[in-house]
């Protein structure tokens, strides 16, 4: 377990996590924003699940989500690196039955805390389609604040960012 909050616990994602993994993004709800296409079956997220490098070469990554009392995956969060842009970005993706129940608030800020204390990020940010209104709620709950516009896969975009100081003071 990388950390624990009152109702979820954040681990690293592993193969086992596959059947869950593909449910997932089987849901062309959850996929609506993000520009993914479905994993084409079990074997395939598992083998996405196995070659998944973040935690290896940057020490953080996506983190499945899971309920304290029952062990349900209920989806996954976290943070990512992406080299090109030397950035860590918020990420989140949850099954539609378990929207709307602050899950996805909860699980990012147990990911910024652990990017700001553990991993000593200076910077992240978070990118989101600007139609999806839930997503871009989450990322102002947790204290980010708007950047700016991008092109989302050929949609409107927004950018939030929070940095290491302003982390400090909301949690003060």
């Given at each position: 377990m990388l950390l624990q909050t009152?109702?979820?616990y954040l681990r690293r994602l592993k193969p086992d996590d596959a059947a869950s993994f593909y449910a997932l993004n089987e849901d062309p709800e959850v996929l609506k924003y993000t520009g993914d296409v479905p994993f084409r079956d079990i074997k395939a997220a598992e083998k996405f699940l196995q070659?998944?490098?973040?935690?290896?070469k940057?020490?953080?990554?996506r983190w499945a989500v899971i309920d304290n009392r029952t062990d349900d995956f209920l989806g996954w969060c976290g943070l990512r690196y992406t080299a090109?842009?030397?950035e860590y970005?918020?990420?989140?993706?949850?099954?539609?039955?378990y929207w709307n129940q602050g899950y996805a608030t909860e699980a990012a800020r147990a990911s910024l805390?652990?990017?700001?204390?553990?991993y000593n990020l200076?910077?992240?940010?978070?990118?989101a389609a600007a139609a999806n209104v839930a997503s871009v709620?989450?990322?102002?709950?947790?204290?980010?604040r708007r950047q700016g516009a991008f092109d989302f896969e050929g949609r409107a975009g927004v950018l939030y960012a929070i940095e290491q100081e302003e982390y400090a003071d909301l949690v003060k």
């Open positions: 009152e109702r979820l070659n998944y490098v973040q935690y290896r940057y020490g953080v990554g090109a842009r030397d970005d918020l990420g989140f993706r949850f099954f539609r039955k805390h652990l990017g700001f204390t553990k200076k910077k992240v940010v978070g990118r709620r989450v990322l102002e709950k947790v204290g980010m």
